[in-house]
């Protein structure tokens, strides 16, 4: 899909939302971690597990009519990785995957802002097609052939914000397992009660029996 003006502009949080797929509040809160990080949305809203890749890869195709693409056994150009720094592909979860003519091919886990749309034809001299790419395999690549340096600011981020996450989920998970306890044993504590009343009434009953 080329960038041109038949491109709706309508938010992939918003058809998300549409969908049923994520809640207000979960997007609220991506939207609050992208504004500090400066990564892609459906990058954090996989991490925040609201979301599934194939699900994103599903609505850029159904809802933007980007054409899908599997990268896991695509030969990826090299030379065409190479037009743009690693922290830009890593941070807008990009891969230029081949070029036909003046067409640059790449994959995407959402539809790119407008002003990325415009660097990409500035930096390759090309005109740019969009095609659906699925999460964990454009982060596998990028991993293998472009990874970030150890000092780079997009990595510290991206480790600080996965911990956090992680943390939040830890803590969720405890209070679950604390909740569910919790209620087993109040329900066997009632069980418990309720079987001492049924005995003691049956015990009374027969003692009245044989007095009689």
């Given at each position: ?9 309508r ?82 979860k990009?891969?230029?995957?081949d ?35 699925l999460?964990e395999?454009?982060?596998?690549f ?11 600011e997009l990595?510290k981020r ?5 911990s956090a996450?992680?943390?939040?989920a ?28 049924i ?14």
């Amino acid at each position: 899909m080329s960038t041109s003006n038949r491109m709706t502009r309508r938010s992939l949080g918003s058809i998300l939302i549409d969908e049923g797929i994520i809640a207000k509040e979960d997007l609220d809160q991506a939207v609050q971690i992208q504004q500090k990080t400066g990564e892609s949305l459906a990058a954090i809203l996989i991490d925040m597990q609201c979301v599934t890749g194939q699900e994103i890869s599903k609505i850029l195709c159904s809802h933007f009519q980007l054409p899908y693409i599997s990268l896991r056994n695509y030969d990826v150009d090299p030379k065409l990785v190479k037009l743009f720094t690693p922290d830009f592909l890593h941070q807008h979860k990009l891969i230029p995957f081949d070029s036909i003519g003046q067409m640059l091919l790449c994959a995407v886990t959402e539809i790119p802002d407008e002003k990325i749309l415009t660097d990409i034809p500035r930096i390759t001299k090309r005109k740019v097609a969009l095609y659906a790419g699925l999460l964990e395999e454009i982060d596998k690549f990028l991993e293998a052939s472009c990874p970030l340096p150890e000092n780079s600011e997009l990595r510290k981020r991206r480790s600080r914000n996965l911990s956090a996450q992680h943390a939040r989920a830890g803590a969720d998970h405890k209070l679950e397992t604390i909740f569910e306890e919790t209620s087993s044993e109040s329900l066997l504590d009632q069980l418990d009660s309720t079987w001492e009343s049924i005995f003691d009434a049956v015990e009374q009953g027969g003692d009245e029996d044989l007095d009689e």
